[in-house]
């Protein structure tokens, strides 16, 4: 650790070496306690105060929620959230610290009835005063005692007779070894608010008895220099109790393995309050009676009696003892009774839970996501407090040594297998199955984020490798770094050019162009790095600054791109004289021939290379025996249509018609079918459909007809907006046991039909009850899941620029009802278009819940709006909005193409070449608009969908904003 930004070398914002790297710690929860360890391991002797940084730090911020107790050696021995697990902190709250040394106070004892006793007072700035009592307790009193010469202290009391004048110490937190109650750690001299002279402390000290002075010590062991500490007292050799882990136990309840908890705290024994009192705190308790975990917290049925010594308590489960878990303080349980004494049944593992089995999904055996196996099915694991112990105990389980990291890994859906939540391991358990968890089954995990591990190995990783995915061109997409042998993102926490310059150099191009580029096309799976820093000279990204593989909080709507200089057609620069040898090829372009023979071509062959998925990735062709790559100049979806022909990744068959049938994906060659397990459904659908071109998925089925082959997938589970069923969290490819051809899934695609929209019932033209013409029927629409994603695309197929309000109808309606579940990204042509459940299929709906909309033209202030491009060229930039005098930035969430096209025609361009994004260095505080959806044809940005003016969501807040790059040579 070091101080820095100080104005004297003992103070400063807190910075500790991770890794490698110097980071800062978030002052979330950050006092006295934690600044005593971090001052003790700079070698001073005590905290004067734990403060906010004064002067903010950069990098990384590798720590929040410290809880010390003031007695660790280093911080790394305290509670904390996890290294690097700080989402939420910024560098604003940067904790600080001002150290210092104890100074060699004097202390006396007065108004006692003998000279050995009464109340103690210290004398600090020429003043004498006396100490709160609060936590005063025999190791402080031996302090006490030890300054004025005497050898023990016999008890710490309070004092009978009341002091005057100045209060100068609470909370005083002795080991019995300082030399002075200075070294001792406590709230800071003068800082005893809520203390009163009915609070002073007391004690009776005293000197050794004749039988304490005759004791002998002796060391049982095989050596005479070493051994166990026995000591011979009164005629009896007892044993010394190294450290004291708080001695547990139950009492009245109707079996051993239950009942009211109590700790023994300074030789007393009392209960703890159930005021948050859970299941790992329960978990605690258990281990420390060696039973193998908690089944339940309770509030105890026996009341119990003497002190309740703790309130509070907030446990991982995996502490070895309750004083480490946090808690409201030794004795300090005010507002506590019996009644509310917590109790606890403990347990051992069943059989099934004996049983449970471990894997790791990915492409290496020692690596990947965490499944494991309860009750005869697979589970995923939840990341929430997933850390480096839990991984060790999953690795051992799979005959590991050790593991090297705990990681996280992105769902593209949220998960629905999720078998454990809130793991809390000690590190050295046996199964998965012994540590502290919430319960089995009974949890979602909302952030879709799971558990993996990278297990130790005898061999070498392979080295990190990088590539470019999602672009336009081979130079250009999305980063992605091949770590232990599995392909993961970057997320562009800190990411800037020199990091990009590296990753360029990897990939064998001169320089980079830019690094952050087209918003890509949403991937699964593990994001690798954050805070990656490079001095742009290293070799490798894994030779550069970073954080922790895999232990990353991010998103994969933050995966960082790069385009890397190519250089023009060709050209040489001249090195010196003429002749042979004397030119290079700075962009490696080297000239070829195609020569004429009088043989018929072979037929010309295509492949996707480099892609996430097999049915995605770079186009290679293949012309007279090589392949090449082709420019995306012109490219557009009718040439990836006649691509995806020929490839043929997924197909329907047995249909009577050519839209339905049993489902097909080719895999590794092979064409084999999926099962249609209860996961099964229109949103999976959807995207089978889409991959065929049909606009939409009409139901989804069983097949009437019986595939053969093999069954590749089962447990798809899509949210219908993926390009590919790959893409779609999934068990694994031919993990299929338990189903067979019967279960076979089917389709039956379709293209949305331009049907009608009306208003009706409304108090105005421009707004009112949705209705929609099916099959010559006015009905209306369901309002579940209705929004203003969906008011956008009603109001426009109306003719109106916007959406006001999305709302329920006034006026019930009559007749049919024909859509629910509507699900609009707002850009749609007709809501045919848009994700729902099926025309008629509205069970549960009544006309009470009737669909209504206020649609809207644009104001005189939206329609003067402004746009323009922040940057060092006229075509591209950060894209600004002025709009009522005031000009404001675009967040990047939703931003694609579409929008683009928009901006650019605004200022006189005929198209977009690109979307693209800026990072700006601190959070912008003008975000004009956010979750903006074109469809690309508006004239103005104001017609596009937008969720209101300046109203900025939360989750915009990451400093990534909308820019573009239009076509030069269409203005």
């Known amino acids: 650790v070091r101080l820095v930004d100080g104005k004297t070398p003992k103070q400063g914002r807190v910075e500790v070496r991770y890794k490698g790297t110097w980071g800062t710690i978030c002052n979330d929860e950050w006092g006295i306690w934690d600044a005593y360890v971090v001052c003790h391991m700079l070698n001073y002797s005590k905290a004067v105060t734990g403060t906010t940084a004064s002067v903010k730090g950069n990098g990384p911020i590798w720590l929040k929620r410290l809880y010390c107790t003031g007695s660790q050696e280093s911080i790394d021995q305290c509670y904390h959230a996890g290294w690097g697990n700080t989402d939420g902190c910024h560098h604003s709250r940067d904790a600080g610290v001002v150290c210092g040394n104890a100074i060699n106070v004097n202390v006396r004892l007065v108004d006692g009835k003998t000279t050995n006793g009464g109340r103690v007072e210290v004398r600090y700035k020429g003043t004498w005063g006396t100490i709160c009592n609060e936590r005063w307790g025999i190791l402080d009193a031996y302090v006490v005692c030890h300054m004025l010469n005497y050898s023990k202290a016999v008890t710490a009391t309070t004092a009978s007779v009341k002091g005057t004048g100045q ?29 009163d002279h009915s609070h002073d402390a007391g004690v009776v000290c005293g000197n050794l008895t004749p039988e304490e002075k005759a004791i002998k010590v002796r060391l049982v062991g ?23 882990l708080l001695s547990v136990r139950l009492v009245d309840g109707k079996t051993p393995k239950q009942g009211r908890v109590q700790v023994r705290y300074k030789g007393t024994w009392g209960t703890i309050c159930n005021d948050e009192w859970g299941i790992y705190d329960a978990y605690v308790v258990c281990h420390i009676l060696n039973y193998s975990k908690a089944v339940t917290a309770t509030t105890s049925s026996v009341k119990g009696t003497g002190p309740i010594w703790l309130i509070g308590l907030r446990c991982l489960g995996s502490e070895e003892s309750i004083d480490q878990c946090r808690h409201g303080g030794w004795g300090n349980t005010g507002g506590c009774d019996h009644s509310r004494d917590a109790g606890v049944v403990c347990g051992n593992l069943t059989p099934e839970e004996k049983a449970i089995k471990v894997r790791l999904v990915g492409d290496q055996n020692h ?16 990341d929430t407090s997933w850390d480096i112990r839990d991984a060790q105990v999953i690795c051992r389980m799979l005959g590991y040594k050790a593991a090297e990291n705990a990681i996280r890994y992105i769902e593209g859906e949220t998960p629905r297998r999720i078998l454990m939540y809130d793991v809390g391991c000690r590190g050295r358990e046996k199964s998965i199955a012994d540590c502290a968890h919430s319960g089995w089954w009974k949890y979602s995990c909302s952030n879709n984020l799971l558990a993996g591990v990278v297990c130790q190995t005898n061999e070498d990783p392979p080295p990190v490798q990088v590539c470019l995915a999602g672009g336009r061109s081979v130079n250009s997409g999305r980063l992605e770094v091949r770590y232990h042998g599995q392909w993961g993102t970057v997320c562009d926490d800190g990411w800037d050019m020199k990091d990009a310059e590296v990753v360029c150099r990897m990939l064998g191009y001169s320089g980079v162009q830019e690094y952050i580029t087209t918003k890509f096309t949403l991937v699964k799976g593990i994001i690798w790095l954050k805070y990656v820093d490079c001095t742009g000279r290293e070799t490798s990204i894994a030779d550069c600054s970073r954080g922790e593989w895999g232990n990353v909080y991010c998103y994969h709507d933050e995966d960082v791109g790069v385009t890397c200089i190519v250089g023009k057609a060709l050209y040489f620069s001249r090195l010196e004289g003429g002749g042979w040898w004397k030119y290079y090829c700075s962009n490696k372009q080297l000239a070829g021939v195609v020569c004429q023979t009088n043989e018929d071509p072979p037929p010309v062959q295509v492949r996707l290379a480099g892609g996430r998925s097999v049915n995605s990735g770079r186009l290679e062709v293949r012309y007279h025996g090589q392949w090449g790559t082709v420019c995306d100049d012109g490219w557009d979806m009718k040439d990836a249509e006649v691509v995806c022909g020929m490839l043929g990744c997924v197909r329907l068959v047995d249909g009577k018609t050519p839209n339905e049938g049993h489902v097909e994906e080719r895999y590794k060659g092979t064409w084999g079918t999926i099962c249609n397990d209860i996961q099964w459904d229109i949103s999976d659908a959807y995207v089978v459909c889409h991959m065929l071109n049909y606009s939409k998925a009409v139901t989804a089925t069983t097949a009437s007809v019986k595939g053969t082959g093999p069954i590749w997938l089962t447990g798809l589970d899509c949210g219908g907006s993926q390009k590919s069923i790959d893409q779609c969290p999934q068990v694994g490819w031919g993990n299929t046991d338990g189903c067979d051809h019967s279960r076979d899934a089917g389709v039956v695609c379709g293209n949305a039909i331009n049907v009608n929209v009306r208003l009706v019932d409304g108090k105005t033209p421009n707004e009112g009850s949705v209705e929609v013409r099916y099959k010559g029927t006015w009905g209306t629409i369901c309002n579940e899941d209705w929004n203003i994603w969906d008011a956008y695309v009603v109001c426009h197929k109306l003719n109106y620029s916007k959406a006001v309000t999305a709302t329920t109808a006034s006026v019930k309606g009559t ?10 990204l707002g850009y749609e042509e007709t809501v045919d278009k848009c994700r729902h459940a099926g025309w008629g299929n509205t069970g549960g709906c009544d006309h009470s819940r009737d669909a ?28 600004e909005i002025k709009y009522q005098g005031t000009w404001g930035v675009v967040c990047d969430i939703s931003w694609d193409i579409r929008d683009a096209h928009v901006i650019c025609r605004m200022l006189g361009y005929k198209a977009a ?36 003016w300046w109203v900025v969501p939360s989750y915009c807040s990451n400093k990534v904003l909308a820019g573009v790059v239009c076509g030069l040579s269409d203005k």
């Not at 209060?167 to 203390?195: F, P, V």
């Not at 690596?367 to 939840?382: P, R």
């Not at 007749?815 to 609009?824: D, E, P, Q, T």
């Not at 329609?863 to 591209?876: C, E, F, H, S």
């Open 167 to 195: 209060i100068w110490l609470k909370r005083l937190y002795c080991w019995g070894s300082e030399e002075s109650i200075d070294q001792c750690l406590h709230a800071g001299w003068g800082n005893t608010g809520g203390c």
């Open 222 to 244: 095989d050596q005479k220099y070493t051994g166990k500490v026995e000591i011979l007292y009164q005629g009896t050799w007892g044993v010394v109790q190294a450290k004291d």
């Open 367 to 382: 690596t990947g996501k965490v499944e494991i196996q309860y009750q005869g099915t697979w589970g995923v694991v939840c």
């Open 815 to 824: 007749g049919s009802i024909w859509l629910k579940g509507l699900r609009c």
């Open 852 to 879: 209504g909309v206020v649609c809207g033209n644009l104001t005189p202030e939206e329609k003067a709006i402004k746009v323009r491009l922040v940057g060092d060229q006229n075509y591209t930039g950060k894209v």
């Open 913 to 948: 070449k690109h979307a693209i994004r800026f990072i700006e260095g601190e959070t912008p505080r003008r975000m004009l608009m956010s979750y903006v959806g074109c469809s690309g044809r508006e004239k103005s940005i104001a017609e596009c969908y937008h969720p209101g």
